[in-house]
Protein backbone atom coordinates (compact mmCIF):
# COMPACT_ATOMS: atom_id res chain seq x y z
CA UNK A 1 0.00 0.00 0.00
CA UNK A 2 1.07 3.40 -0.70
CA UNK A 3 0.22 6.23 2.19
CA UNK A 4 0.09 10.19 1.18
CA UNK A 5 -0.46 12.33 4.08
CA UNK A 6 -1.28 15.62 3.65
CA UNK A 7 -3.47 19.01 5.96
CA UNK A 8 -0.46 20.10 7.66
CA UNK A 9 0.28 23.64 7.91
CA UNK A 10 0.99 26.66 10.60
CA UNK A 11 -1.35 26.88 13.26
CA UNK A 12 -1.97 28.98 16.50
CA UNK A 13 -2.01 27.53 19.71
CA UNK A 14 -5.52 26.24 20.54
CA UNK A 15 -6.70 25.96 16.89
CA UNK A 16 -7.81 22.96 14.88
CA UNK A 17 -6.08 21.22 12.45
CA UNK A 18 -6.91 17.89 10.18
CA UNK A 19 -4.40 16.06 8.52
CA UNK A 20 -5.75 13.34 6.11
CA UNK A 21 -3.79 10.10 4.57
CA UNK A 22 -5.11 8.07 1.41
CA UNK A 23 -4.00 4.80 0.94
CA UNK A 24 -3.38 3.53 -2.80
CA UNK A 25 -2.86 -0.23 -3.37
CA UNK A 26 -4.24 -3.58 -4.65
CA UNK A 27 -5.00 -4.99 -1.12
CA UNK A 28 -8.48 -3.38 0.12
CA UNK A 29 -7.88 -0.98 2.94
CA UNK A 30 -9.95 -2.35 5.21
CA UNK A 31 -7.39 -5.18 5.86
CA UNK A 32 -5.26 -2.81 7.70
CA UNK A 33 -5.42 -1.16 11.11
CA UNK A 34 -4.17 2.58 10.83
CA UNK A 35 -1.96 4.78 12.66
CA UNK A 36 -0.31 8.13 13.25
CA UNK A 37 3.05 8.93 14.40
CA UNK A 38 4.73 12.43 14.76
CA UNK A 39 8.57 12.90 14.82
CA UNK A 40 9.53 16.46 16.45
CA UNK A 41 12.86 18.15 15.79
CA UNK A 42 15.81 16.70 17.70
CA UNK A 43 13.07 13.76 19.26
CA UNK A 44 12.72 10.37 18.47
CA UNK A 45 9.33 9.15 16.64
CA UNK A 46 6.58 8.47 18.87
CA UNK A 47 2.83 7.14 18.48
CA UNK A 48 -0.46 9.07 18.38
CA UNK A 49 -3.68 7.51 17.70
CA UNK A 50 -4.30 4.26 15.87
CA UNK A 51 -7.59 2.90 14.81
CA UNK A 52 -8.74 -0.99 14.11
CA UNK A 53 -9.45 -2.03 10.27
CA UNK A 54 -13.46 -1.53 11.01
CA UNK A 55 -12.66 1.82 12.76
CA UNK A 56 -14.36 0.75 15.94
CA UNK A 57 -11.84 0.77 18.01
CA UNK A 58 -9.26 3.11 18.90
CA UNK A 59 -6.06 4.08 20.94
CA UNK A 60 -4.44 7.31 21.64
CA UNK A 61 -1.18 8.15 23.25
CA UNK A 62 -2.13 10.18 26.46
CA UNK A 63 -0.52 13.51 25.70
CA UNK A 64 -3.25 13.87 22.55
CA UNK A 65 -6.22 12.24 24.69
CA UNK A 66 -8.92 14.17 24.72
CA UNK A 67 -7.79 16.74 22.12
CA UNK A 68 -7.30 14.16 19.03
CA UNK A 69 -9.66 12.22 17.40
CA UNK A 70 -8.25 9.23 14.92
CA UNK A 71 -11.09 8.42 12.01
CA UNK A 72 -11.15 6.06 8.65
CA UNK A 73 -13.39 6.26 5.44
CA UNK A 74 -13.24 2.44 4.10
CA UNK A 75 -14.93 3.81 1.12
CA UNK A 76 -12.17 6.75 0.89
CA UNK A 77 -9.43 4.48 1.43
CA UNK A 78 -8.90 7.77 4.04
CA UNK A 79 -7.60 7.99 7.47
CA UNK A 80 -7.88 11.30 9.58
CA UNK A 81 -6.42 12.86 12.00
CA UNK A 82 -8.44 15.61 13.68
CA UNK A 83 -6.04 17.97 16.08
CA UNK A 84 -7.94 20.34 18.78
CA UNK A 85 -6.66 22.35 21.23
CA UNK A 86 -3.21 22.04 19.47
CA UNK A 87 -0.18 22.55 21.88
CA UNK A 88 3.14 23.92 20.62
CA UNK A 89 4.46 20.72 21.65
CA UNK A 90 2.40 19.09 19.27
CA UNK A 91 5.08 20.79 16.33
CA UNK A 92 6.45 17.81 13.97
CA UNK A 93 6.19 15.81 10.98
CA UNK A 94 3.24 13.45 11.43
CA UNK A 95 3.13 10.27 9.74
CA UNK A 96 0.55 7.84 8.76
CA UNK A 97 1.41 4.41 8.95
CA UNK A 98 -0.34 1.03 7.92
CA UNK A 99 0.16 -2.04 9.59
CA UNK A 100 -1.18 -5.58 8.69
CA UNK A 101 -2.11 -6.69 12.05
CA UNK A 102 -5.12 -5.17 13.64
CA UNK A 103 -5.27 -3.33 16.58
CA UNK A 104 -5.68 -5.20 19.56
CA UNK A 105 -3.68 -2.86 22.52
CA UNK A 106 -2.65 0.58 23.11
CA UNK A 107 0.65 -1.02 24.12
CA UNK A 108 1.14 -3.37 20.40
CA UNK A 109 -0.08 -0.34 17.99
CA UNK A 110 2.69 1.73 19.50
CA UNK A 111 5.71 -0.60 18.92
CA UNK A 112 7.13 1.35 15.45
CA UNK A 113 8.05 -2.39 13.84
CA UNK A 114 4.51 -3.55 13.88
CA UNK A 115 3.83 -1.34 10.28
CA UNK A 116 5.62 -2.39 6.98
CA UNK A 117 3.84 0.98 5.57
CA UNK A 118 4.52 4.18 5.89
CA UNK A 119 3.57 7.91 4.25
CA UNK A 120 5.62 10.35 3.43
CA UNK A 121 4.56 13.08 6.43
CA UNK A 122 3.32 16.16 6.70
CA UNK A 123 4.68 19.19 9.18
CA UNK A 124 2.37 20.39 11.97
CA UNK A 125 3.49 23.79 12.89
CA UNK A 126 1.98 25.19 16.06
CA UNK A 127 2.70 28.73 17.11
CA UNK A 128 2.29 30.51 20.65
Known amino acids: VQLQASGGGLVQAGGSLRLSCVAS?????????MSWFRQAPGKEREFVAA????????YYADSVKGRFAISRDNVKTTVYLQMTNVKPEDTAVYYC?????????????????????WGQGTLVTVSS
Open 97 to 117: AASDRDAASLQGMGVMARYAY
Open 25 to 33: GRRPFITYA
Open 51 to 58: ISRSGGTT
